[in-house]
């Protein structure tokens, strides 16, 4: 299946809500929308994108962060990305563990680099970074607790 293939798919569904991004295999998606397109994927016989690459985020300072799904079909050989833009103060998105087990682990990665809120997560301890650790050092703003009380 091509983009165009998959994007005619989800906006069958989600009329005008589902945009063409500018990546070779990506499609954006609202944030409301994606447990159940995430799931529409994976279960349709078409798609059967029955493995999670990964998940990753992306700062896009001041107000955005965007959230990549990066879906693969072992059975059909394609493979298809989801971007979802989130509001960077409050990026908050539903949680994909119950489709794929990676998951978990992905989401964990995600929260404990850049901040990104996942509800329903049965484990949502840091993954990276130690639990008293304060911030999600990919965020473009961070700064290091031992670089920012430095004098110049």
């Known amino acids: 299946m091509k983009r165009a293939d998959f994007l005619k798919k989800l906006q069958e ?48 300072p001041p107000d955005t962060m965007h959230v990549i799904y990066s879906l693969y079909s072992l059975d059909k050989q394609h493979r298809v990305q989801l971007k979802v833009k989130l509001d960077r103060f409050h990026p908050t998105l539903a949680t994909a563990s119950h489709l794929w087990t990676n998951a978990e682990w992905n989401e964990r990665e995600v929260y404990d680099l850049f901040g990104v809120v996942f ?14 650790w304060e911030g999600h050092p990919l965020r473009k703003d961070y700064l290091h607790p031992n670089l920012a009380s430095k004098p110049d």
């Not at 509800?119 to 008293?132: F, V």
């Open 13 to 60: 569904r989600w009329p005008e809500s589902i945009q063409d991004e500018r990546n070779e295999n990506g499609l954006e998606v609202p944030a409301q929308a994606i447990p159940e397109a995430l799931a529409y994927l994976r279960d349709d016989p078409e798609t059967r994108m029955n493995y999670l690459d990964f998940i990753t985020a992306v700062d896009y």
């Open 119 to 132: 509800p329903g997560l049965s484990d949502p301890r840091r993954i990276l970074m130690p639990e008293d």
